[in-house]
């Protein structure tokens, strides 16, 4: 069982900067993958950013240039720096995690999701 823990989210005017966390524990081999989806009231849920074990990244094109995402192997850990927000970022974000089984499997676990409202 994969446990997916998010937090930092909260209220912010526009043009300021918030930091999400997310935290993966629980019995796994690795993790292949983890990042961050958005979904906005009445809106499909939308890549935001992920980043993979070797560091490779892919952002959403409307939060380059202005979001960041990192990761802690160590910790089992992502986190997503997000400065000049804007309005149109405020959404639920969740965090996924991808993982390798024991047994070779793959799997796709998600937080809860956290809230990020933007105010203008």
């Known amino acids: 069982q994969v446990q997916v823990v998010e937090s930092g989210g909260g209220l912010v005017q526009a043009g300021g900067s918030l930091r999400l966390s997310c935290t993966a524990s629980?019995?796994?081999?690795?993790?292949?993958?983890m990042g961050w989806y958005r979904q906005a009231p009445g809106k499909q849920r939308e890549l935001v950013a992920t980043i993979r074990s070797g560091g490779r990244t892919t952002y959403a094109d409307s939060v380059k240039g202005r979001f960041t995402i990192s990761r802690d192997n160590a910790k089992n850990a992502v986190y997503l720096q997000m400065t000049n927000v804007k309005p149109e970022d405020t959404a639920v974000y969740y965090c996924?995690?991808?993982?390798?089984?024991?047994?070779?499997?793959?799997?796709?676990?998600w937080g809860q999701g956290t809230q990020v409202t933007v105010s203008s």
């Open positions: 629980g019995r796994f081999f690795s993790i292949s993958a």
């Open positions: 996924h995690v991808n993982t390798v089984e024991y047994t070779g499997t793959y799997g796709v676990v």
